[in-house]
Every structure is written in C-alpha cells, then in structure tokens.
C-alpha cells in the first residue's frame, strides 16, 4: 500500500550513541517533515524537507540533523543520543504546501 | 509565529453525547486549518481540512468543522459520539509559512 513507512518501530538507546532513522515514501512527495510527540505537547517540528536535496529547521531541531539525499527517504539523525530525545518520532509528507499530510506509523525511542 | 491553541486537554463523554473540540490560531491571512486523529497506538490520519469556502467543513466518520474568522477558531464537532471515537484529536494550522503548526492535543474518551 502507497504510504509513508518508518524503520525501526522501536529503539532503546544508551545516553551519547548515534543512530539514524528512515522514512520512505511512495507517493512522489516533494516535502518531507520530522516531527517528534510527546505528552502535553502536540507535535513539534524538528527538521523538514521541500525537495530533494533540501532540508531546513524547525521548532526544535537541536540534537538532531537529517538528509534528504534521494526524493523518496529523509534520514533523521541523532550524533549523541540524549534522554531529552526520549520520544515517539513522526515522518510526514505532503505532494504540495497546500495538501494535508501523510504520516508515517512513528518510532518510539527510548534514551537510558 | 503563528500557533494554534487546543484548551481542553482531556474530555470524558458517555456514547450518544455532542462534541465540541476548540481550536484557536493566531495568524492572520489566508489560512489553511486540519484536524487530524490519533487512534491509540497508531499514526496520525486526516479527519478534515479547511482551505477556503463554505466555513462549515464536513469530514470523515460524522466529524464536521466551522471556521468562524472573527474569533480566529476552528471547532471540531460532532452530534453523537461512538465508544470507538476514543482517540487523541490534533488542530493543526498553516499560514504563511510552509509547514503545518499542531496544537497540543484533546484526548476524548467515549464511555460506552
């Protein structure tokens, strides 16, 4: 099924160890968004993307980097993993600035 | 910077009952509104959108919105609620900029 899919589901990292997540999209989607989720907190953007080979910062893009090096993946990183960035972390895209967004299944991300 | 505001953290209803979510943005100009659930343990799904128009926007499962200009609101409604309405409901906004801004979040839940 056409959609928005995010590897891995969950993680479990140790405070100061990297690890990269992956959201692909079938859709042909020019933007693409980070957003991370937590509680009393709505969504909060992180990093987003508005074509291939573009990415810009968000509300609370520290700690993190991303890329966007093909159309159909934006990458997001962590260097140095803190329990700060304990949370569940949405990818999203849109075919325009004017459409809704499709949103991937997220990855919960626990940092001990 | 624009944002949208969701007053009501948590709502308890009993099957049958009327909802009324509150949404509240603070841009001005022309203004892109969505609301979007949350299902327990799943991603984030479009439930409507308003763009421009009729200011009384009809929706999936029974959800409608009215985008009342003049108090800057855009209220999620719906006459009867179901046990399976239960769910986390985000207001999200977009004005000038490119991506979307989302409220904090009302969690409702139905009682059968």
């Known amino acids: 099924n056409a959609g928005v899919t995010q590897t891995p589901k969950f993680r479990v990292l140790k405070t100061g160890q990297s690890m990269t997540l992956l959201c692909a999209q079938d859709?042909?989607?020019?933007?693409m968004y980070w957003y991370r989720q937590d509680p009393g907190m709505g969504l909060r953007l992180i990093h987003y993307?508005?074509?291939?080979?573009?990415?810009a910062k968000g509300e609370v893009p520290d700690g993190y980097n991303v890329s966007r090096l093909k159309k159909q993946n934006f990458l997001l990183g962590l260097e140095s993993a803190a329990p700060s960035q304990t949370s569940v972390y949405f990818c999203?895209?849109?075919?325009?600035?004017?459409?809704?967004?499709?949103f991937g299944s997220g990855t919960r991300l626990t940092v001990v | 910077a624009q944002s949208v505001s969701q007053h009501n953290h948590h709502v308890i209803l009993s099957e049958a009952a009327s909802l009324e979510l509150g949404c509240n943005y603070s841009?001005?100009?022309?203004?892109?509104l969505f609301w979007y659930v949350q299902y327990p343990g799943q991603h984030l799904q479009l439930l409507l959108k308003?763009?421009?128009?009729?200011?009384l926007v009809k929706g999936i499962k029974g959800f409608e919105a009215e985008f009342i200009k003049s108090k800057f609101s855009f209220n999620l409604r719906k006459p009867s609620v179901q046990w399976s309405d239960t769910a986390e409901y985000f207001c999200?906004?977009?004005?000038?900029?490119?991506?979307?801004?989302f409220g904090s979040g009302t969690q409702l839940t139905v009682l059968p």
């Open positions: 859709m042909n989607h020019e933007y």
């Open positions: 999203a895209s849109s075919f325009g600035t004017a459409d809704g967004y499709t």
């Open positions: 999200a906004g977009r004005g000038s900029a490119r991506q979307l801004t």
């Open positions: 308003y763009f421009s128009g009729d200011p």
């Open positions: 841009y001005g100009g022309t203004v892109n």
């Open positions: 993307s508005v074509g291939e080979g573009t990415t």
